[in-house]
């Protein structure tokens, strides 16, 4: 029997479309072909086995206790979700009397064992091949089941996801006990998680918002010179900024701004008036190629920027285009190149764009498509390729306007390969007056060839093309007829939104403290993977540790409290952006997994040490504020919902206080409680029905829960 596993049933069914009529229904599988036929497709639910509990090892890890830490098994069990034990059980069955299986998991990491992990469970010895699927239309998955590959050629990237799984539970199992009994011991209540990737995407929001909150605003001011070709009263004038110059040092920031309006005063009196000569000229038409079709996170990062949609949102909105309607290719992507066998598809897949979404027809008719542009290359094409449209010209059911909006933004990006390249009209003088430096710029859009698919995200707020500069030459005399001095003010940087903190997780070199470090680590390497970093920041919200202010995403106190209470080495980026880079390292055959958990042990039970030389500062137990039912002091402790002041005499007295700690969501002394569907606060609010919350984000959010007694139901 050949056996097809499939990660989930929506590819199992996709596949069996492919193969051989007719098909036989099954519990958990499908039979096609004949009925004496040889050939089943059956599936896994997402995971099927998951990594032991720590008492599967030891008992006594049952409990929660400082003393019985480090925990670190002598030998690693998978156990059965119960969940998943009934489909488990089909395919225990199955594998059994398999003689070829064929391993069709997504085309990542966590594709490939999870698959994987089942055949070695049920002790598989027939042959394994692989199929890789990344578009679900009938044609595609058919070219992929013609051609399967040997599973063996996949083995190390299972070795890295199953590194990665293993790591993750270390770490997070011993920091996450090891953290919460330190908490408790000093009266504090829940869980704090640790984790090696949200606690820095954690950390990341933390020292954003500490920024922000410490920033002292300070003026600065801009020197412009207003200058024209000396030989020509009739040249045109422009303007020149002036460089900062290392003889004021002292009154230049970091960024090298002119702190000193008496400084600008005094250079601009030396300038005004003066004679001066041009020392560099340079004039140029920059051709800029289009940007690459998307991989799963710049598609969050774009939709984004563009429709304030949650890198969740844009993940499932995706994943719909992809299994249900069939639209576009394979979302979790982490690659943003097509295979060049790809290219002869071109034909049918924008004839499809333009049935789909009408509205792009025009450009589809001035396409040239024998252009290739840089995206189709095969060397930089492994498991899977970048996310594009399908070839499909109808979607399964109308789309919903977000799959509209999502679908129209790959498609536009796919577009751009087969446009013209932009031209921009660039231009630069550099001149000095006196002994003072100044420097004048002009920009401007020539042709826009693949930026008429470009979407902005507001017209109006389109920077415009700079004037031109007249076009002086090396030596050429200028003069200074006015000056200008304008006071402006530093700003601090914005919080992050699901965008930036998807950008920062993705580029994460940019915040990597260790410069040796930060200087091998590829544009590629990231926090999380691209299937994981929405659900990361997902776990955050939900664990209390991040809340949303409008479009903005910040830091609870309880989330700004474990990153003052962890060691840097945990809560800054540094590590776990090694560990991507070393994971990736073990995909490629260049580093050994046992290795790098034997290193991450060593490093788990050096944090242990640290925390028993070195516990946590005492928590301020007592608050100044009384019981209101015995007068004891009172205590912060985490509830429902959120944080309420307790009496320390509990459980012996049970008087409470709401906290009083900011302006309120509803006009009363409630702290704002999160709404379950996008954690924006809650807010009471009174229809023709009675009272009820809803999301202070509608429209955008239009989550409502039932009121009872002045409190949400949840």
């Not at 790591?167 to 640790?194: C, E, H, M, P």
Request: proline fraction near 8%.
């Amino acid at each position: 029997m050949r056996l097809y596993i499939a990660e989930k049933p929506s590819l199992g069914r996709a596949i069996a479309a492919a193969l051989p009529g007719p098909i036989q229904k099954g519990p958990g599988w499908l039979r096609c072909g004949p009925e004496n036929s040889a050939i089943v497709v059956s599936w896994c639910i997402g995971h099927l086995l998951e990594p032991a509990e720590p008492a599967e090892y030891d008992p006594r890890w049952k409990s929660w206790a400082l003393s019985d830490l480090p925990v670190f098994p002598d030998h690693w069990k998978l156990m059965p979700r119960e969940s998943a034990r009934k489909q488990l059980d089909v395919l225990a069955s199955l594998i059994r009397k398999a003689e070829v299986i064929v391993h069709a998991g997504d085309p990542d990491r966590e594709g490939q064992l999870l698959v994987d992990e089942v055949i070695r469970y049920f002790g598989a010895q027939c042959p394994v091949e692989r199929v890789l699927i990344n578009d679900l239309t009938p044609e595609a998955v058919t070219r992929a089941v013609k051609s399967p590959r040997d599973n063996r050629e996949f083995r190390r990237l299972s070795h890295s996801a199953l590194a990665r799984q293993r790591a993750d539970w270390l770490f997070g199992i011993n920091l996450t006990r090891l953290y919460t009994l330190n908490y408790r011991q000093q009266g504090k209540q829940g869980v704090y998680s640790v984790g090696r990737v949200q606690t820095p995407v954690l950390g990341l929001v933390v020292s954003r918002d500490n920024t922000i909150s410490n920033f002292e605003p300070k003026p600065f001011f801009r020197l412009t010179a207003s200058c024209r070709e000396m030989e020509s009263e009739t040249a045109p004038a422009f303007k020149a900024r002036w460089l900062p110059d290392e003889q004021f040092r002292e009154h230049l920031d970091e960024e090298d701004r002119l702190l000193s309006r008496e400084t600008a005063e005094q250079i601009a009196s030396e300038v005004n008036g003066r004679p001066g000569r041009i020392t560099e000229a340079r004039f140029r038409d920059r051709k800029e190629p289009p940007p690459l079709p998307f991989s799963l996170s710049t598609l969050q990062i774009e939709a984004g920027r563009l429709f304030q949609m949650g890198a969740k949102d844009v993940l499932d909105v995706a994943q719909n285009l992809y299994e249900r309607h069939q639209l576009i290719t394979y979302p979790r992507s982490d690659c943003r190149y097509l295979p060049e066998g790809h290219f002869d598809q071109s034909k049918a897949v924008t004839h499809a764009i333009g049935l789909v979404a009408p509205e792009l027809a025009p450009h589809i008719d001035s396409l040239d498509r024998s252009r290739r542009s840089a995206a189709w290359n095969d060397k930089k094409v492994d498991a899977h390729h970048a996310i594009i449209p399908t070839a499909r010209s109808r979607p399964s059911s109308a789309l919903s306007q977000k799959e509209a909006r999502i679908y129209e933004l790959i498609s536009r990006y796919y577009l751009m390969q087969f446009s013209a390249e932009a031209v921009h009209r660039e231009g630069k003088l550099a001149l000095t007056i006196g002994p003072h430096g100044f420097r004048a710029s002009e920009t401007a859009v020539l042709e826009p060839g693949w930026k008429a698919l470009e979407l902005r995200q507001r017209e109006s707020g389109r920077e415009a093309d700079k004037v031109p500069l007249p076009r002086l030459s090396k030596g050429d005399p200028v003069v200074c007829e006015a000056t200008d001095i304008q006071e402006r003010v530093t700003k601090p940087p914005s919080h992050f939104t699901d965008a930036t903190l998807l950008s920062a997780m993705t580029n994460i070199a940019r915040f990597v403290t260790d410069a040796a470090l930060r200087k091998t680590l590829r544009e590629t390497d990231g926090l999380g993977t691209e299937a994981t970093r929405a659900s990361i920041i997902e776990i955050l919200f939900k664990r209390d540790y991040l809340y949303r202010d409008s479009r903005f995403i910040k830091a609870t106190d309880k989330g700004k409290a474990l990153i003052e209470a962890l060691p840097e080495a945990i809560h800054q980026p540094d590590m776990t952006a090694l560990w991507e880079a070393t994971l990736e390292s073990i995909r490629q055959g260049e580093a050994d997994p046992r290795q790098f958990i034997d290193s991450l042990k060593d490093q788990i039970s050096g944090f242990l040490k640290e925390s028993r030389e070195r516990p946590l500062a005492p928590a301020q137990t007592d608050t100044g504020i009384h019981c209101p039912k015995c007068r004891a002091p009172m205590r912060h402790r985490s509830g429902k919902f959120g944080e309420f002041l307790a009496c320390m005499r509990f459980p012996d007295c049970k008087g409470t206080r709401p906290i009083e700690d900011g302006p309120p969501t509803d006009g009363t002394n409630q702290k704002p409680v999160p709404c379950p569907h996008c954690y924006s606060p809650l807010v009471r609010r009174k229809s023709k029905k009675g009272w009820f919350w809803g999301c202070s984000n509608y429209p955008g959010c239009r989550q409502t829960v039932d009121d009872k007694d002045g409190q949400p139901v949840l």
